[in-house]
């Protein structure tokens, strides 16, 4: 079975960068067709999409984060991180990463961790 | 970009029940998932694809399309169904999300 989690500190101060790591069991970083991502949702708010990383280390961003954004593949660890950097308040959420299928028809994100808070506060 | 309009935001129901949620595309697409989201879980893919059952899903649970509408149905509503539902097209690059429906006990 396939699992994701998170980690990292559940406090972050204003301005520093906020850090998670999702280490994946069942399944290779390394492996195609599969690649990575990271959500987040703000308290009381929709789901955001973050970014995505690939095995290679390529990544893509949401345009209204990617001046502060990370993601890196650690494939000797089996596992994957977001950096975001400059964090407030508005960055307070639930962060989730999930594995990404995209194949012919479809792309789906069919497994996720669990999801860890993040608050933003001095 | 596609953007995808979820509706109801919330609905009570009881066991038995069958519950629809809807979710219109701004333009024509399969590219539709549904997702069954609890506090503190993780987020279960149910539907890709606009129809197709994930792997391991109850068969009560299916999609439809129709144009632009999306249907999530759960035909038999479950205990363990009561929980928030969103759906997510993945036509672009970044995917987004509907403002999700609540499912709770009538």
């Known amino acids: 079975q396939v699992r994701l989690q998170e980690s990292g500190p559940g406090l972050v101060k204003p301005s520093e960068t906020l850090s998670l790591t999702c280490s994946v069991s069942?399944?290779?970083?390394?492996?195609?067709?599969?690649?990575w991502s990271w959500f987040r949702q703000p308290p009381g708010k929709g789901l955001e999409c973050i970014g995505y990383?690939?095995?290679?280390?390529?990544?893509n961003y949401n345009p209204s984060l990617k001046s502060r954004v990370t993601m890196s593949v650690d494939t000797s660890k089996n596992r994957f991180s977001l950096k975001l950097a400059s964090a407030t308040a508005a960055d307070t959420a639930v962060y989730y990463c999930?594995?990404?299928?995209?194949?012919?028809?479809?792309?789906?994100?069919?497994?996720w961790g669990q999801g860890m808070l993040v608050t933003v506060s001095s | 970009d596609i953007q995808v309009t979820q509706s109801p935001s919330s609905l009570s129901a009881s066991v038995g029940d069958r519950v629809n949620i809807t979710c219109r595309a701004s333009q024509s697409t399969i590219f539709v998932n549904w997702y069954q989201v609890k506090p503190g879980k993780a987020p279960k893919l149910l539907i890709y694809s606009a129809s197709n059952l994930q792997s391991g899903v109850p068969s009560r649970f299916s999609g439809t399309r129709s144009g632009t509408d999306l249907t999530l149905t759960i035909s038999d509503l479950q205990p363990e169904d009561f929980a928030t539902y969103y759906c997510q097209q993945t036509s672009t690059l970044l995917p987004t999300f509907g403002q999700g429906t609540k499912v709770d006990v009538k």
């Open positions: 999930a594995r990404v299928f995209s194949g012919p028809g479809q792309r789906k994100f069919d497994f």
């Open positions: 990383v690939y095995s290679d280390g390529s990544a």
């Open positions: 069942g399944a290779s970083v390394s492996t195609s067709p599969f690649y």
